[in-house]
Nanobody, 121 residues
Framework: QVQLVESGGGLVQSGGSLRLSCVAS????????LGWYQQAPGKQRELVAQ???????NRVPSMNGRFIVSGDFAKNTVYLQLNDLRPEHTAPYYC???????????????WGQGTQVTVSS
């Protein structure tokens, strides 16, 4: 089982910054990728950024430079630095892990409970 615990959300003024953290516990699993998704009101959950165990990153181009993902797979931790936040970035942010059981090639997705980011104008 893989369990994800997020922290770091909160209320910030427009132009401010936040740093989200997510720690994974992974008994019996290998984590291939850790990442962050955003779910704006009335919209589907969308990828913000992700990082693989090989340290390759994938970021949504529209957020390039503003949101920075980093990870420490030795600590099963992923971070998301949110800079220059705007009210349109208000949403819950969910940590995601793509993992597989030892000896298996099947990739499974796991989600955290979400951490709310609210940006006031």
């Amino acid at each position: 089982q893989v369990q994800l615990v997020e922290s770091g959300g909160g209320l910030v003024q427009s132009g401010g910054s936040l740093r989200l953290s997510c720690v994974a516990s992974r008994t019996g699993f290998i984590i291939d990728t850790l990442g962050w998704y955003q779910q704006a009101p009335g919209k589907q959950r969308e990828l913000v950024a992700q990082i693989s165990s090989a340290s390759t990153t994938n970021r949504v181009p529209s957020m390039n430079g503003r949101f920075i993902v980093s990870g420490d797979f030795a600590k099963n931790t992923v971070y998301l630095q949110l800079n220059d936040l705007r009210p349109e970035h208000t949403a819950p942010y969910y940590c995601n892990a793509v993992a597989r059981r030892y000896g298996s090639s099947q990739l499974l997705h796991y989600w955290g409970q979400g951490t709310q980011v609210t940006v006031s104008s």
